[in-house]
């Protein structure tokens, strides 16, 4: 399994905060910059960001942008609602994202349901 998911999954259960960077609540940006890290990632931890809208490149700035399918592992990118996007990390079974609506880090079987927009992965 790969060190990224694996990270993902150890998260599940995980109470939801908005810029949340740990143990006491995560956000979809802090769940995947605590998975990345855990797989080795060192670069800045986005902050400050508003609920809508947001700075989508700054994936092409950390990570590689994957043509064809996601990996256990990979970053997905999803549009959630109109300027509204959403961050989450697949999993060999489905994908793990901080579920605002559920209050808490989730994993999801099969892929998400709402539009890929990207998928990266960090550099081997």
């Not at 060190?3 to 908005?18: C, D, I, K, Q």
């Not at 797989?39 to 990570?63: C, I, K, N, S, W």
């Amino acid at each position: 399994m790969s060190v990224v998911a694996a990270a993902a999954l150890r998260a599940v259960g995980t109470r939801f905060r908005l810029h949340g960077r740990g143990a006491d609540g995560l956000d979809c940006v802090g769940l995947v910059a605590a998975a990345l890290q855990a797989g080795g990632h060192r670069g800045a931890v986005p902050t400050g960001y508003a609920l809508r809208g947001g700075d989508v490149a700054m994936l092409d700035r950390m990570l590689v942008q994957v043509v064809g399918g996601a990996e256990a592992g990979d970053v997905l990118l999803m549009a959630v609602g109109p300027g509204q996007f959403h961050l989450g990390i697949r999993t060999a079974g489905g994908f793990v994202h901080a579920d605002a609506g559920l209050r808490r880090v989730v994993e999801r079987p099969g892929m998400p349901p709402w539009p890929l927009i990207g998928v990266w992965r960090m550099e081997t």
